[in-house]
């Protein structure tokens, strides 16, 4: 096994003392790049301060034969899935497929853990908890995290979902917090002074990968709500100049517009023909890999209206400029926020 920083052999006697994480994973494997690794780069830096108690190392499958062939497959995983920022820790090559294979990986992400003395763990998983058992299971062996970095790192955290249109506010609430494993709360009191029922529905129709944070803003903001702090979780409430700041982009949220805003530069090729924008926003993601959704608060005043039909063309034309041109005629526009092109009313 080869450490893709140093080009050293690495054995695991080097880290005898530590509690050990070998993620065993593979450029080709979507879960392993999407998800795995990057719940472990967030693990690594919320416990930043206890480094010296633990070890992540990123062990590849075989299909990685050198350093450099590995270099080149992942550069557009770090540019996108990873927001431009390489892994943290160790990458190992499992290249004869021994390591592996001598702790019964029989698939990919596979998480194994040894104690300080060595020895593999069997890690216990919580009923629902997928994935993230391994990342409980260490953190219950370092000092907690203060609350507020629990919570950030929450609000932080990506989450593919496909949200059906019209559910109600209170079970994607309750579906948000069981996904981000954060207890989200509707403010009885703060509801029923904005007039705001409970199983109202969100105007929400959407299949892509955001944070927390994306996701209630996006949910919320139709019906002049955000979300506060409340211990280790959240509250939702009426929304004011002095309340809003939770749902403020943070540095990862900004960095993620930013890449969005720059795929607007890209050229793209499309003809719509009397196309609903329903069908526009999922047409308009596959062909780029970005996110597109109709303006929930736009919905909800009958401003967006997800049968409202455009008819426009594009020959490898910079999307920006085509999907403005597309979307004047029915009066609408785009901007970028929530990590996503949102389809909205003209100012």
Known sequence: MNRARDHKDACLSDFKGKWVVLEFWGFWCWPCVSRGLPAWVDFFDDHAADRDKFAILAVHDPRATDLGMLDEKLKPIVRRVWRGRALPF?????????????????????????????????????????????????????????????????????????????????????FYGTIAHVRIQLDPDALKAAEIDKDIRVPLALNAKLTLRAWLNLSLDPFGLTYIADGHGLRVVRRTLDNAGLARPSPTHAAENALVAEALRAKVTFDFRDEPLSRVVVDLGARTGETFVLDPKGRRLGAVKPQATVTGEAINETLSDALARLLAPVGLAYVVRNEAVVLTNMP
Request: aromatic share 2%.
């Open 90 to 174: 160790p990458i190992l090559l499992d290249s004869t497929g021994k390591t592996g294979e001598a702790l019964g990986v029989t698939h990919y992400p596979t998480v194994v853990m040894l104690d300080p003395d060595g020895r593999v763990m069997d890690i216990p998983i919580k009923k629902g908890v997928i994935g993230l058992h391994a990342q409980e299971f260490l953190a219950s062996k370092l000092p907690p995290l203060p609350a507020g970095v629990r919570l950030a790192r929450a609000l932080d955290h990506d989450m593919g979902l496909l949200i059906d249109d019209d559910t109600p506010l209170a079970e994607l609430m309750e």
